[in-house]
């Protein structure tokens, strides 16, 4: 199985989704919307979950927490020029459709930003009739309300960090150099002497 997303739910649960099954070098045969949780506390079986709803390999997922608490999973994009995005309430085991991406993306990175958003870093990404092309976009997905924003540009952050490097902190917090800062006194990242 290749271009499956893996998502820790929490201490005890694991979430697997999509990806293909290969033949030969590059070949895929299948794409799959297959979706299991593990729970340790269980048992080693990983037990089926609701499908997604569109089958999906090369893709970005995360978690994320509602303001009530639920922890809902996202898909988006994926290998063959996707740009849809559904969601998955692990409380009702039931995908939805939501915002689509700004544009397709395949294969890129994801990090959890905070309780209800993650970031969505590079990959591979193909306007409609232009050649696939690595993507530059940090976007960050907001799922209090369900919309994609471009935060900046990978080669920007580069350019401004070639000098100094960033380092960590404090380890219990998602590093921002260059990203838009969650309040005003935090300052989590701070070029290396």
């Not at 709803?53 to 994926?78: H, L, M, P, W, Y």
């Not at 998955?88 to 890129?108: A, C, F, H, I, M």
Request: glycine share 10%; hydrophobic share 35%; net charge negative.
């Amino acid at each position: 199985m290749v271009g499956a997303c893996l998502v820790i739910l929490d201490e005890h649960r694991l979430m697997i989704m999509g990806g293909g099954r290969t033949s030969g070098t590059w070949g895929h045969d299948a794409t799959s919307t297959n979706v299991y949780i593990y729970d340790a506390r269980t048992g080693n079986d990983w037990e089926a979950k609701a499908s997604m709803q569109r089958a999906r390999n090369g893709f970005a997922c995360g978690k994320v927490v509602t303001a009530s608490g639920d922890i809902e999973v996202v898909a988006a994009g994926g290998r063959g020029n996707l740009q849809g995005v559904e969601y998955y309430s692990v409380k009702d085991n039931r995908w939805r459709w939501t915002t689509g991406l700004p544009q397709p993306v395949e294969g890129p990175s994801v990090l959890p930003y905070t309780p209800d958003s993650f970031l969505v870093i590079g990959g591979l990404s193909q306007n409609p009739g232009a050649p696939l092309n690595e993507s530059r976009d940090i976007l960050i997905w907001n799922h209090t309300t369900k919309t994609w924003t471009k935060l900046a540009d990978i080669m920007d952050i580069l350019m401004a960090s070639m000098h100094t490097a960033p380092m960590w902190v404090d380890a219990n917090k998602m590093p921002n150099c260059g990203l838009p800062k969650k309040s005003k006194e935090e300052e989590v990242c701070v070029p290396i002497e």
